[in-house]
DNA sequence: ATAATTTTGTGACGATTGTCACAGGATTAG
DNA sequence: CTAATCCTGTGACAATCGTCACAAAATTAT
């Protein structure tokens, strides 16, 4: 719990009260590589803290599937519409790796969250860094293309493209594997 | 006043007396069409309800505007990630036509949720109502065809596509005009 | 009402991308 | 270690898209 610990710090005031406050809300979870932290169909009750390992969110479409998000280590992974409105999900979110993650049970937390204004602040801000991260990656699209989109994550988030494979990474961008070994290429030439 | 509390009503409990609490973080504002809600370089410090009219994110690269969302009546507006941090928005919000918002102050705003659990749920819930619009429009990309997002937004949201530009709207959906006039000759022609 | 400005449609052409196909390399399972 | 599987690179070709250019249509300002 030592990493959710300092994650939390670095988020907002936590006093040792809230701390234990917030332990019945709490779960630690090991996961295989493609084992399911959630899956298409079932309501989102949780909020998924990585603690180690990567996971990663896609949909199923016709029968391919389709990336739109990967989680790492001090991430918070979730379906955000399914949790807040209890309706089913539309998308599966998989280990990649083995994986550990501590979940934070919905009715338990919002139960902790009416006992202390800090942990209520923590829900709260746990819910905007997942906005601000959604906001960050849709921008993308909007604003560069596909080779820029690569020189995007290559600075800003050089540990996805380290760790997530060419074709994992191809669909999270928005384009064919085969593009992305190309413009890889191209780009390494220049 | 009376849009934004059948809103707040929609979107959780809401007592009239956490609405007399509320009305200090409140202030309406009216904006004429091109007047900026939020310039680039500022700091975010509101929530702004669109009460009539819409306005739009944009980016402004090279000297070329990119639009990033629009806003219409019953939205929230905000740069989000500023909002929160404190940081510096890298974008505009610019009214599309002459427009009447209701602005949240932040300050204001956290301190009448201190004195009852209400406000602090309402501004949950805006936050990750804002998250799961994000995270639509960012899968869009990802899942979708420049056609099939034309398609999309057809069925989904067709308000947008009729009370917006043709060029504003190619803009966010990440085309070239040209190419979303083209778009829409081969579908209507089908 | 008229002029000025903005928005839209369209042709031409080059650049980028998707798709199919297949081969070589890397990784994993037994 | 060996076989099976998965991942990556690449060629070919068609489809899509971006850019430039200009004209027509629509909107706005005076």
Redesign the interface.
């Known amino acids: 719990m030592d990493n959710l610990l300092k994650y939390i710090h670095s988020l907002t005031l936590f006093s040792e009260e809230s701390w234990e406050l917030l332990q019945p809300a709490l779960s630690k979870k090991q996961y295989k590589k493609n084992e399911f932290l959630l899956h298409e169909g079932q309501i989102c009750n949780s909020l998924f803290y990585i603690d180690s390992g990567y996971c990663k969110s896609y949909?199923e479409?016709d029968g391919v599937k389709?990336?739109?998000a990967f989680f790492f280590e001090n991430d918070i992974a979730t379906n955000?519409?399914s949790?807040?409105?209890g309706e089913k999900s539309e998308f599966n979110i998989i280990a990649c790796e083995p994986l550990t993650a501590i979940i934070f049970d919905k009715q338990k937390l919002f139960e902790a969250a009416?006992q202390t204004?800090e942990i209520?602040a923590l829900?709260?801000?746990c819910?905007?860094?997942?906005?601000?991260k959604?906001?960050?990656?849709?921008?993308l699209?909007?604003?560069y293309s596909a080779q820029e989109r690569l020189n995007y994550l290559e600075v800003n988030h050089p540990d996805m493209v380290q760790r997530v494979s060419l074709s994992q990474l191809a669909?999270?961008l928005?384009v064919a594997r085969e593009t992305l070994s190309r413009i890889r290429k191209r780009r390494t030439a220049v």
Chains 1, 2 share one sequence.
């Open positions: 949909y479409i389709k990336n739109t955000i519409n949790f807040g409105s009416k204004n209520e829900g709260r801000n819910i905007r860094l997942f906005a601000s959604q906001e960050e990656f849709s921008t699209f909007k604003l669909s999270f928005g």
